[in-house]
């Protein structure tokens, strides 16, 4: 079974940065790609960022390019986001996904609130 278990959210003043981690367990988390995927409220998903196996390939959502960065740790079944220099409108729940697309399984997600 796929467990996906994310954490690092947070109320942040814009500007401020931080660090999401993702706990994948019930699959070989080193053969498979893998992605972050937010919504706000009253919006549909946006794949913020993917990440293929190897950790070698990466893309990002325009809204986000710059700012994230999006990395892994195979030896530890971890996924991480970077997110610096952050927004009001990045205020939504971040989910990690299985996957390059960001359709895949989803975890129960993280919320992150940039407010001042």
């Known amino acids: 079974e796929v467990q996906l278990v994310e954490s690092g959210g947070g109320l942040v003043q814009p500007g401020g940065s931080l660090r999401l981690s993702c706990a994948a367990s019930?699959?070989?988390?080193?053969?498979?790609?893998m992605s972050w995927v937010r919504q706000a409220p009253g919006k549909g998903p946006e794949r913020v960022s993917a990440?293929?196996?190897?950790?070698?390939?990466?893309t990002y959502a325009v809204s986000v390019k710059g700012r994230f960065t999006i990395s892994r740790e195979n030896a530890k079944n971890t996924l991480y986001l970077q997110m610096n220099s952050l927004k009001p409108e990045d205020t939504a729940v971040y989910y990690c996904?299985?996957?390059?697309?960001?359709?895949?399984?989803r975890g129960q997600g993280t919320q992150v609130t940039v407010s001042s």
């Open positions: 996904s299985k996957g390059y697309s960001g359709y895949g399984e």
């Open positions: 019930g699959f070989p988390f080193s053969n498979s790609a």
């Open positions: 990440i293929d196996s190897g950790g070698g390939v990466t």
